[in-house]
């Protein structure tokens, strides 16, 4: 599928209007030639019969083909079109008429396991394509009242399987995309897309009789934006040579909202799950640099019923996401990364509540989560280097050091308590012995607790937690913090000096 989306986006790399100016006429063999081109830097080998008529150029029985592996899995993918038609306009733009229906076809064969292979048709209704611009610098635009995909002729171990048994198909409305791709040592591009809608039904059923699958939903008001920058003859399957060549990319994509429904059932018991959300976005960017990822939604509510569990599971958030920022490549200088994770306004409801509280004695205000991580590390192999990896995994060597470590932001707040703290520490990787086989740390942390004291006294109230747990609970809070101004208050800084003391509060606990 991440093939095909390649495709997707060349079979989309779209028009100027007519009231753009062209830097020059456009012929239909220029416009041709940049398609191969940039199929074939994405790793495509391509064939195609040719014909040239006037300021037409005819291609038919095309087809663009990829091997691909991932870990112990490998396959294949080929895509098929009858023909494709490149029109000079005369105002210096070529139209691109594309056929209706596209069939991707696709092999996978696994070193263990059942090999599959199953056909994605994809049909468009509609679909406008033009190019301007000049060689080397040409803009696509494209658009399509509708679109489809769906899977079909799946196998598996080469014996048919009924579509009643396996069922993937989207169906996608009021497309649009728009493509700048510059060539030049490298190839840059400048894209962004936008679909009014997206459904989707996906369903499986165990020839066995032992379980089914089905998971139907939308989304609405999808936008992409994004650019990139591709090297010309590296393997697109080595990402790592890849990123040495030029490789630098970073799109977002966004929703206003969304909803599904999932039922199942099986030897381990069956439900309904239902979900729904007023939007989101997906962030990801890649170079040298490392790889930078992003998610999140807005205002969650989800819903599940399961045969285990005979009340029904309600939860809802304001906000849920996560970040990821990471290097990729080995460098003999430390390197930034970092982590962050976010629940908002996390609600159960009284059901679930009634579970462990059935008197309502601990506070049901939302509940919040923040955890911001930052720092920095030395990376000793390259992560995306299948062959070090394995080197990586049959000696047990040392993936990187860690050098320093941020702790940005620590807020948790439920039950009527709240704990924040923030602090940094770094690392001496020249002493592995004063923490028994730890880098050496120097720093602190410090945090404050309000409420905690109050929601022990509420857990011992309920029986969740014995009194000689609290006890001990209470002793501990009583070593590591002090009572603060407020009420129900608890400071504490943890430190680790240049001595490898460790103290609490100023008092050498280690």
């Not at 696994?110 to 509609?126: K, L, V």
């Not at 635009?141 to 799946?154: P, R």
């Not at 020839?207 to 089914?212: D, L, N």
């Not at 170079?287 to 809802?316: A, C, H, K, W």
């Amino acid at each position: 599928m991440a093939r095909f989306s390649i495709l997707t986006r060349s079979t989309a790399m779209a028009l100027c209007l007519p009231g753009t100016a062209a830097l020059a006429d456009l012929t239909s063999a220029d416009v041709w030639s940049d398609w191969k081109a940039y199929m074939t830097s994405a790793g495509y080998q391509v064939s195609a019969n040719e014909a040239t008529s006037g300021g037409t150029l005819t291609v038919t029985d095309l087809n663009m083909s990829i091997q691909f592996a991932e870990d112990e899995a490998e396959g294949a993918a080929s895509i098929a079109m009858e023909a494709l038609r490149f029109v000079e306009q005369g105002d210096g733009s070529v139209s691109i008429e594309l056929p209706a229906q596209t069939s991707v076809d696709v092999i996978m064969t696994p070193e263990a396991g059942d090999s599959a292979t199953f056909s994605i048709n994809f049909d468009q209704t509609d679909p406008v394509m033009n190019a301007t611009g000049e060689p080397g610098d040409l803009t696509y635009e494209y658009s399509a009242s509708a679109a489809a995909m769906a899977m079909s002729g799946l196998t598996i171990d080469g014996v048919p399987v009924p579509e009643d048994i396996a069922k993937v198909s989207f169906a996608l409305s009021d497309l649009a995309y728009t493509v700048q791709t510059t060539v030049g040592d490298l190839r840059t591009l400048k894209q962004d897309m936008s679909v009014a809608g997206v459904n989707y039904d996906v369903a499986f059923t165990d020839p066995a009789g032992e379980g089914k699958f089905k998971l139907v939903g939308a989304m609405q008001g999808i936008a992409m934006d994004g650019s990139g920058v591709l090297p010309l003859d590296s393997d697109p399957q080595d990402m790592n040579a890849m990123l040495s060549a030029g490789l630098d990319f970073d799109g977002t994509f966004t929703s206003n909202g969304g909803n599904y429904e999932l039922t199942f059932n099986g030897p381990e018991g069956s439900g309904t799950a239902n979900s729904t959300s007023e939007g989101g976005e997906i962030s990801i960017a890649m170079d040298t640099g490392g790889l930078n990822y992003g998610v999140q939604q807005r205002n969650v509510d989800f819903n599940m019923l399961i045969t285990e569990f005979p009340l029904p599971l309600s939860i809802s958030a304001a906000k849920i996401g996560t970040s990821l920022m990471m290097p990729l490549q080995k460098s003999s200088d430390p390197q930034d990364f970092g982590i962050e994770v976010l629940l908002s306004d996390f609600t159960m409801s009284d059901m679930i509540w009634g579970l462990f509280d059935p008197a309502g004695q601990l506070p049901r205000d939302p509940a919040s989560l923040l955890v911001d991580l930052s720092g920095q590390a030395k990376v000793l192999f390259n992560f995306l280097d299948p062959t070090q990896a394995a080197i990586l995994e049959q000696t047990g060597a040392t993936p990187g050091e860690l050098n320093a470590l941020t702790l940005n932001a620590l807020e948790l707040e439920a039950a009527g308590a709240k704990l924040t703290g923030e602090g940094a520490f770094t690392f001496d990787n020249s002493d592995l012995v004063t923490f028994d086989g730890m880098p050496r740390p120097l720093g602190g942390i410090d945090l404050n607790l309000v409420g905690g004291n109050g929601l022990l006294d509420k857990l011992v109230g309920m029986g969740l937690v014995p009194e000689d747990q609290a006890m001990g609970a209470r002793m501990m809070m009583g070593l590591f913090a002090v009572p603060g101004d407020a009420p129900d208050t608890l400071n504490s800084r943890i430190e680790v000096n240049p001595e490898g003391h460790v103290l609490a509060n100023g008092q050498r606990i280690r």
